[in-house]
């Protein structure tokens, strides 16, 4: 029976016997197959039949690649592969099979719909991705390598259901070519393709091949378009050849977010060399998932007694937790070291110059041996950037935090400046020189030295604010300090 043969877009191959079902109209089409909407008249469901295209029915190759991908499917159980309901391979009649309907869109429909979507839409991509990882990893366990994976091939539900589909390339890792045996063609899609895809090493194909493949999904999800973007497609697979694609972070539009812990992954998982990139796929599943949940184990460092882990001052870059020991904080106010508090484990610092970009406001020292977990800028930077509204606050608290301090370091120098004027003062009043116009004065030098060091305020400092008060100068030619008295 044939149904609609003079429909393009309908279902006009046989049915296959015994199966019972109605078409419902095309669901999508490839090279080598299109897919419909039917219902299985028997279980009284909908169905995906996924049908041989009628013009390689005679094509061996093309038939066993198709029935192997239907076996392939159905032997991966796992809720991120469609299952595969029945099989149907009769070169005479129909090759098909039938499996889950997926509703939904691909992922790269959901890509372009939310490119403008920032970090949000960035999160988003990354939960997909760890269910795609999730999928592939699970077919490595079982031999079989995808060796096709893009977005196009990946289905998001409405639900959030995930699904790896499209298997017709996977290939079976233990009917993988030898060297001698390899027929060196190039198969794949070549915007995504790994080297040894697209220079025809079939026999180099591994595990590792899926890993690269994934690293092109998360380049895309980050730049925006594939590793490789050429005019033909034969221009796109000389560069898949080449390995010729600039880094993520050089070619991101503006405004995209580009993390670069992330930026650092997509890169090792597209290394040029095997060895170089993450040697199993659950490698990089890990980073991804410590990086959407902040949970990427820190490098540490050791500080013994009296080693200065930040100094006031200087520029900040990095922040530190304390795993283990006690650190003194300690701030230079008006030229003398304050001890403002002591540190124990679990406490952070050095934060606020980071996250602000400005000096840091205090010193602090190891006052044992004491290990720390060192956070990097870049670390922070991407924690911040889960939450942009999260990230504003902080950067608020932390900018106010700042303020408030410089404002109380302002304050207390000003206190110190003003009693070093009280002291000279006292001094004018009490041992001064009468003048004759009613002035006093004093020795000026002298004065100036003593006050500086009881006070620990550089001279100039005091000079100035000394000179801002009324009816006072300095005499440099008798080296005096004069102070006349206020006309009322």
């Known amino acids: 029976m044939f149904w609609k043969k003079d429909d393009p ?178 198969v794949g899609t070549p915007a995504y393709m790994a080297p040894e895809q697209a220079r025809g090493n079939n026999h180099l194909i591994d595990e590792r091949t899926d890993v690269f493949l994934l690293g092109g999904m998360l380049y895309r999800v980050l730049v925006g378009k594939p590793p490789y973007v050429a005019a033909t497609a034969e221009d796109t697979l000389e560069l898949a050849r080449k390995v010729a694609m600039p880094a993520p972070e050089v070619v991101a539009a503006p405004g995209r977010p580009m993390p670069p812990r992330l930026a650092t992954i997509c890169r090792k998982a597209l290394a040029p060399e095997k060895e170089h990139r993450y040697q199993t796929v659950s490698e990089l599943r890990k980073e991804l998932e410590e990086f959407i949940h902040g949970t990427a184990r820190l490098p540490e460092q050791v500080f013994q007694p009296g080693d200065v882990v930040v100094k006031e001052g200087e520029p900040g870059d990095c922040a530190y937790i304390i795993l283990d020991g006690h650190c003194q ?19 952070m610092f050095g934060e606020a110059a980071v996250l602000t970009n400005n000096p840091r406001l205090a010193t602090v020292t190891a006052l044992m041996e004491t290990r720390v977990a060192v956070v990097q800028r870049s670390f922070l930077q991407d924690e911040m950037e889960r939450t942009s509204l999260i990230s504003l606050a902080i950067r608020a608290v932390a900018s106010s935090f700042l303020d408030l301090n410089g404002q109380t370091a302002a304050l207390l120098q000003d206190q110190v400046v003003s009693k070093a004027w009280e002291s000279i003062l006292r001094e004018v009043a009490l041992m001064g020189r009468a003048e004759a116009d009613g002035a006093r004065s004093i020795a000026w030098g002298p004065t100036l030295s003593r006050v500086a060091q009881e ?23 008798q080296d005096r300090l004069v102070v006349s008295p206020l006309r009322r």
């Open 9 to 186: 877009n309908g279902l006009n191959q046989p049915i296959p016997p015994g199966w019972d079902i109605t078409e419902l109209g095309l669901l999508g089409q490839g090279g080598m197959s299109r897919v419909f909407r039917v219902r299985d008249e028997a279980l009284g469901r909908e169905v995906a039949l996924k049908v041989l295209k009628p013009d390689l029915l005679k094509d061996d190759d093309a038939v066993v690649t198709f029935i192997d991908e239907a076996a392939i499917t159905a032997q991966l159980d796992h809720p991120n592969v469609p299952p595969v309901y029945a099989l149907s391979a009769d070169k005479k009649r129909s090759t098909c099979f039938t499996m889950k309907v997926l509703e939904g869109f691909t992922f790269q429909q959901m890509l372009e719909k939310r490119k403008n979507d920032g970090v949000e839409g960035l999160f988003a991509a990354l939960e997909v991705m760890i269910r795609v990882c999730d999928a592939v990893s699970f077919a490595h366990t079982k031999g079989i390598i995808h060796c096709d994976l893009k977005p196009g091939n990946v289905m998001v539900g409405d639900h959030g259901q995930i699904y790896v589909v499209d298997w017709g390339l996977a290939r079976r890792k233990e009917k993988l070519p030898k060297e001698g045996e390899d027929d060196h063609r190039a």
């Open 329 to 347: 904080v300690t701030r230079m106010v008006a030229g003398k070291k304050q001890n403002l508090r002591l540190l124990g484990p679990g406490e």
């Open 455 to 477: 006070t620990g305020l550089d001279p100039e400092v005091i000079s100035k604010r000394v000179l801002r008060q009324q009816g006072v100068r300095i005499d440099d030619l």
